[in-house]
């Protein structure tokens, strides 16, 4: 009935080819256009997941309160020094602050006057008192400096410890941090490098931690939703400034850019980049099988004109279902070229076959539509039915795709049936010579029917050993795994997750006030799978009265000195000379005794060319080596200066980023172990939501977006399974037919899960996708072999069916296939997963289901 | 860094071998020893009213008894000068205070009696240190200069001008200890605290023999200066 009535519209279509054709290739131009113009892209992936599920808004309810958090950009500054580093930071963010039309807000976390001031009482108690007696060994060298900034005070401070070497009051290894370093950057003003050298160092002798030579700029950009890379002004506008303030290597600086923000569009990026090759390899692969399939060039351009119109009424309809694509339905556009493709390869090569057979085209092609139509509006339901099956889902994004993929299915079903027997008839391909079919798998249908039981067997065989590896099917719920990890932004994060105080992935617990936080602070980091619980009273320091007691005795060393106003006027050329020769000459008699080893044979020279040189040098020297002086001596005096710190004396904008202003106060929750393995991450959610149920922030949400992926895969899967079924048992009204048309289907499936155990393709947010599209690939081509089969016959792999599901197979993997060679590793995976699954789709198709149709066929050969 | 854990007897020693040709030492190697001679003590002065001077009062006292010291060293001997030091560094050095700030905060593990001991032997060391290294005068001026209040107490300037070659600057950093104005440091080139100098020293002692290690090291030290 459904058949006689495809006869009827590919009838209608034949007689007014003439006008059918232009006309709906018209309206196609028309709604493409349209299309063009209407589609969005929504480039946000937060948007993926339904905003309605309840940590979601846990989330936004978060975000709301602590909006600084969320889409940010992220300036990562190593310096070579301490201070190179905050100097460089510092210029930075005021360049970044003047711009507001692309940063909302610029932080320097930890660069508050609170912390330059109260610095010190967040070191440890030993380590405070270490750092104190060092900074009291120096401070000859301190005292000497502060009195005279210039490089006399320098030159005669290193003289005074070098006559104390000579009379062996010093140890000369103890100079030698210093000595190094003083002629390194000596020697590099000399050569036209600047070379950095840190002041805290040679004053503390302490190397600096690596959190020390780096900071960080936080920024909100200001985003561009219309631009595929929203941030991408916000990140040029970093780099430039960065270039133009010379914040190079060559200057020991390294600007690095990460963030929520650049990460997303660095994933965009990478999925564009490789797009170039990748499309135009798609393209040659399936001009390329189309042309062995269908063996003639005008056919080739049927089709394609018919994929093209089928894209853009495809397109028409997304604007009006949608209206703005996603991340993931924007995938769509593959999606539609490979299972449109497989319609008119289906249609076409049937119309060949029947060609071959039939006297003239006219009743070719009713027999094509006659014979094709059912199957091929079969297969168009049920795949679109795999793709609706994640539409009650929560996952928005595949839900979208889904909704757009199934109208897209419908469409090319439709032009099928109507723009392809028109353009058919208009264009007159010329008449098939030789049968359409594989000639040569005559043998094989006829041994495959022979020992059907033996395939039987071992497709049950295969079908239990990978259902026995089911358990090891790893779902991978990270999504920075599915990024290029060579991307700066990854990259940069990849290097900050080494860092414990820099690691992204922490939980955000919200309480009602500080003092409730502070409460639940302390039971969460009592857990052992937290490193570390921060709330607003991380900032008040412990044991205050003992570490004011230390700095108070430092203060009273250093006090003295660095409080006094430097004693004497800045030095001129001939007394820099005269100092340089008197430390020259301490130096000589040192290295007399103790060998130039040390640095000191270095600092010699750079001195010795030095007091060859020119007046000039010495203006440079003193740029180079002094402001390092002067900032560090400054910050000595700030840290002298710390006081008493209470949660009610902490500087309002600190308290306002753990502190909303309801009262609600935040709690920061960092992983113990290495939070790049997920066992660590899952074990840390579940240990962290037993004590804060209420607990969101990245490590909280990367797992419960797994989850509801996962729900959502598995009612997907469930809803299409059963849509699916209803649908083949109503229409092929046969228990039998429908299992026939599952059977190999579960057995690629079961297939693919297990190839990705044994090669450790983990299924992730990207390539799940594969699933619902093996659903409904394979259950066409399964259809069409079912339905060739009900015609009563055993030659398979012979018919035209056989032809045109290898090649549409072929088509399909070649179009997806080379989403292999993305640069984003997520698209790639996908493209690898696609390859396989469709490859089992063909093999389960091709070589099982023959031998079960022979178990129920009529032909004279079941019965031997 | 630069005056990492190293005895400053030594420096002292040195000063010593260069006391032939005072004054034509180094600049940089005068302040030390002008500073040593510094501690050089004058016959007993102590006024009645101690306890009322000036922290500049206290330094020029300090200063002209030390002055008188040097001019009648060869007089008193080892033992006159050291009598004579005792008397005016008791009462105008904080030689408590001094101990606490070169001892550093293994001070607060201390027991009272190992304290005592401590400043006691602190005290002897000081006092003999000076009475052995001043015994000659060769025309030197000691003047007051500039006060500043750091915040730790009162600095006193004080500039050594020699018979020749360049004057020498020196800081006294005085404190209050009860109603009393007490020099509780000495800043070489008015820069270098002698005390950041001896916790350096001390540290690494302590770190080695705790408290009565360092009480016999001091002890020790005293004892070879008295005996050269």
């Not at chain 1, 190079?248 to 850019?257: K, M």
């Not at chain 1, 007399?592 to 040189?613: I, T, V």
């Not at chain 1, 398979?796 to 599901?805: C, G, N, P």
Request: charged content about 20%; aromatic content about 6%.
């Amino acid at each position: 009935m459904w058949a006689r009535f495809i006869v009827d519209v590919v009838e209608r279509c034949r007689r007014g080819a003439i006008w059918v054709a232009p006309l709906l290739l018209l309206v196609s131009a028309g709604v493409g256009v349209f299309a063009a113009g209407r589609l969005t892209i929504d480039a946000n992936v937060a948007n993926l997941l339904s905003a309605d599920l309840p940590w979601q808004q846990q989330e936004a309810h978060y975000e709301n309160l602590f909006p600084g958090t969320v889409d940010t950009l992220v300036v990562v500054v190593d310096g070579a020094t301490p201070e190179h580093a905050e100097t460089a930071v510092t210029a930075l963010a005021s360049r970044l602050t003047a711009q507001p039309d692309l940063f909302q807000s610029v932080q320097q976390p930890g660069s508050d006057p609170f912390f330059r001031k109260n610095g010190l009482l967040f070191l440890d108690l030993p380590e405070l008192s270490e750092l104190s007696e060092q900074l009291i060994q120096a401070q000859p060298m301190i005292g000497g400096l502060a009195a005279d900034p210039s490089l006399r005070g320098l030159f005669n401070a290193l003289q005074i410890a070098l006559l104390g070497v000579r009379h062996g009051d010093i140890d000369p290894a103890s100079l030698s941090q210093a000595i190094t370093a003083i002629g390194a950057a000596i020697n590099s003003v000399i050569t036209g490098a600047e070379h950095p050298m840190s002041w805290s160092e040679i004053l503390t002798g302490r190397t600096p931690r690596p959190e020390e030579l780096r900071r960080f700029i936080v920024t909100k950009p200001v985003l561009d939703f219309s631009d595929i890379q929203p941030g991408a002004r916000a990140t040029e506008a970093v780099r430039t400034a960065a270039r133009e303030l010379g914040l190079t290597p060559e200057h020991g600086l390294r600007v690095r850019i990460t963030g929520s923000v650049p990460l997303n569009d660095d994933e965009l990026a990478s999925v564009e980049e490789g797009a170039a090759l990748s499309i135009s390899l798609s393209v040659a692969l399936v001009v390329l099988f189309l042309f062995i399939a269908l063996r003639a060039v005008r056919l080739i351009f049927i089709v394609l004109v018919t994929l093209a119109a089928g894209f853009a009424c495809t397109a028409a309809f997304a604007a009006v279902a949608v209206g703005t694509l996603n991340v993931i339905s924007v995938a769509f556009v593959v999606m539609f070229v490979g299972i449109a493709v497989d319609f008119a390869i289906q249609f076409t090569v049937r119309y060949r076959a029947e060609r071959h057979r039939a006297p003239d085209e006219i009743t070719a092609l009713r027999v094509t539509a006659g014979r094709i139509g059912a199957p091929l509006s079969l297969a168009a339901t049920t795949t679109a039915l795999g793709f609706l099956s994640f539409t009650p889902t929560d996952f928005r994004g595949v839900a979208e795709l889904g909704l757009i993929a199934a109208g897209g299915m419908v469409i090319a079903a439709i032009l099928t049936f109507t723009l392809l027997p028109a353009l058919l008839t208009l264009v007159k391909p010329s008449p098939e010579l030789a049968p359409v079919g594989f000639q040569w798998a005559a043998p094989i249908d006829r041994w495959m029917v022979k020992h059907r039981k033996l395939m039987v067997a071992v497709a049950v065989c295969l079908a239990a050993i990978c259902a026995a590896s089911l358990p090891w099917v790893r779902f991978d719920f990270n999504p920075l795994h599915l990024k290029d990890p060579n991307r700066e932004s990854m990259a940069t994060l990849l290097d900050l997750m080494n860092d414990p105080t820099a690691n992204p992935y922490t939980a955000d617990v919200l309480a009602p006030s500080p003092d409730a936080a502070s409460a639940l602070a302390e039971k969460l980091a009592a857990l052992p799978q937290v490193e570390r619980a921060t709330n607003i009273d991380s900032f008040v320091p412990d044991d205050q009265d003992q570490k004011l007691a230390i700095i108070a005795d430092l203060n009273f060393f250093l006090g003295p000195v660095l409080n006094a106003s430097p004693a004497r006027p800045p030095p001129d050329a001939a007394e820099l000379r005269q100092s340089t020769s008197a430390l020259l000459e301490a130096l000589r008699d040192v290295i007399a005794k103790h060998g130039p080893d040390g640095g000191r044979g270095d600092l010699e020279k750079a001195l010795a060319a030095a007091a060859a040189g020119d007046d000039a040098l010495w203006t440079r020297l003193e740029r180079a080596l002094i402001p390092g002086i002067t900032a560090e001596l400054a910050q000595l005096r700030a840290a002298l200066s710390a006081e008493h710190v209470e949660r009610a004396t902490l500087p309002p904008d600190l308290v306002r980023e753990w502190v909303a202003p309801d009262g609600e106060s935040r709690i920061e929750v960092m992983p113990r172990g290495d939070v790049r393995d997920n066992a660590v991450l899952a074990d840390f959610r579940s240990a962290v939501l037993g004590v804060a149920p209420q607990a969101t922030g990245l490590a909280i949400t990367v797992q419960a977006s797994a989850d509801t992926i996962s729900q959502a895969l598995l009612v997907a899967g469930v809803t299409a399974a059963v849509t699916i079924s209803i649908v083949l048992l109503v229409a092929l009204r046969r228990i039998r037919d429908a299992f026939l048309v599952l059977a190999p289907l579960v057995l690629a499936a079961l297939l693919t899960l297990a190839t990705g155990v044994v090669l450790d393709l983990p299924l992730n947010f990207a390539n799940v996708i594969t699933l619902p599209l093996l659903l409904g690939i394979g259950v066409a081509f399964d259809i069409y072999f079912v339905t060739r089969s009900r015609e009563g016959l055993s030659d398979v792999l012979q018919s035209a069916a056989a032809r045109a599901v290898t090649f549409s197979a072929l088509t399909t993997i070649g179009a997806f296939g080379t989403l292999a060679l993305s640069h984003h590793r997520g698209t790639a995976e996908m493209g690898i997963l696609l390859v396989i699954a469709l490859g089992y789709a063909l093999f389960t198709t091709v070589a099982f289901l023959p031998p079960l149709l022979a178990f129920s066929s009529k032909h004279p050969n079941s019965r031997l | 860094m630069f005056y990492s854990g190293h005895s400053m007897t030594p420096v002292l020693k040195a000063a010593r071998r260069a006391q032939a040709d005072f004054f034509q030492v180094t600049r940089w190697l005068s302040p030390l020893l002008v500073a040593i001679a510094l501690f050089a003590a004058a016959p007993a002065m102590s006024s009645p009213a101690a306890d009322q001077r000036t922290p500049e009062q206290v330094v020029s006292n300090f200063n002209d008894t030390l002055l008188r010291v040097m001019k009648s060293a060869k007089q008193l001997g080892y033992q006159g000068r050291y009598a004579a030091l005792e008397a005016v560094m008791n009462e105008s050095f904080d030689f408590a205070g001094m101990t606490r700030a070169a001892v550093g905060p293994l001070w607060f593990n201390m027991s009272a009696d190992q304290r005592e001991a401590l400043i006691d032997a602190f005290r002897r060391y000081s006092i003999a240190t000076y009475a052995t290294q001043f015994d000659d005068y060769s025309g030197e001026q000691l003047r007051l200069t500039d006060r500043s209040e750091p915040g730790q107490g009162v600095l006193v300037g004080t500039v050594l001008t020699p018979a020749k070659g360049d004057s020498i600057k020196f800081g006294y950093l005085v404190h209050k200890v009860g109603s009393a104005w007490r020099v509780i440091d000495i800043y070489l080139d008015g820069t270098i605290s002698q005390l950041a100098v001896r916790r350096s020293e001390f540290r690494s002692v302590l770190s080695r023999s705790g408290p009565e290690g360092l009480v016999q090291l001091l002890d020790e030290k005293a004892k070879r200066l008295a005996m050269t």
